[in-house]
């Protein structure tokens, strides 16, 4: 079963759980047409990231090909950006760290921690060069303080493992999109969303879409 498949078929166990029939197919054009939009509406509202970064890839496969999913979390775990792409060089690596300092909720860098990947020095001196971050900024090229970041991919690879892998990457990347916003809610990213508390996270989710008074 692929990931796609089992991620709708659990969510619509979840609905018959609640009383509610709803084909998994629904589910699944739900997730696509919603998960983009919900990262977007919950963007403006995230609150500011602290400076010392943590930067890391994981692995996600899409139509039998690996693929390349950029994580960043600061040093208390919140969630500072994500960017699927096909390839792991400087270039991708330089359009993830650029994605991150552009990002609305995050600091301006004083030091970002990432695992011995060429690609990162490259990536940071060219972004240098163009001014987009300070020289100031320390690269620090160490295994194991990047260990926060990996565990936080934990939580993507529970959700993506069981199944084989997404049919494309369009449908990948609306995924992902909803599993990393759900995260962020559920680590307290949000103001007055507490950690934890489902039942805020679902006011302020059906907050964002006009569905209360």
């Not at 589910?27 to 500011?48: D, F, G, M, N």
């Not at 609305?104 to 921690?113: A, G, K, Q």
């Not at 939580?155 to 990948?172: D, H, N, Q, Y």
């Not at 995260?183 to 990213?189: A, E, I, V």
Request: hydrophobic residues 40%; proline residues 4%; aromatic residues 10%.
């Amino acid at each position: 079963m692929r990931c796609a498949d089992f991620s709708k078929e659990r969510d619509s166990l979840m609905m018959r759980e609640r009383g509610l029939q709803v084909d998994h197919t629904t589910i699944y054009r739900w997730v696509q047409r919603y998960a983009p939009e919900l990262k977007k509406r919950c963007r403006p509202h995230l609150k500011t990231t602290s400076d010392s970064w943590r930067v890391d890839e994981t692995y996600v496969n899409v139509k039998g090909v690996w693929m390349y999913l950029y994580r960043a979390v600061d040093f208390q775990g919140n969630t500072l950006e994500f960017h699927l792409s096909t390839t792991r060089d400087t270039q991708a690596a330089k359009r993830f760290l650029g994605k991150a300092l552009n990002a609305s909720h995050t600091s301006i860098p004083r030091m970002i921690t990432v695992d011995k990947n060429a690609a990162y020095p490259k990536a940071l001196n060219e972004l240098n060069a163009a001014r987009a971050v300070p020289a100031s900024c320390e690269l620090r090229q160490n295994k194991y303080p990047n260990n926060l970041v990996e565990q936080d991919h934990r939580f993507i690879k529970r959700l993506v493992k069981p199944g084989m892998g997404f049919f494309s990457f369009e449908t990948a990347w609306r995924t992902l999109q909803g599993y990393e916003v759900m995260h962020m809610l559920r680590k307290g990213q949000v103001p007055k969303v507490d950690k934890g508390d489902s039942l805020s996270q679902a006011a302020f989710i059906a907050r964002l879409f006009g569905a209360v008074a």
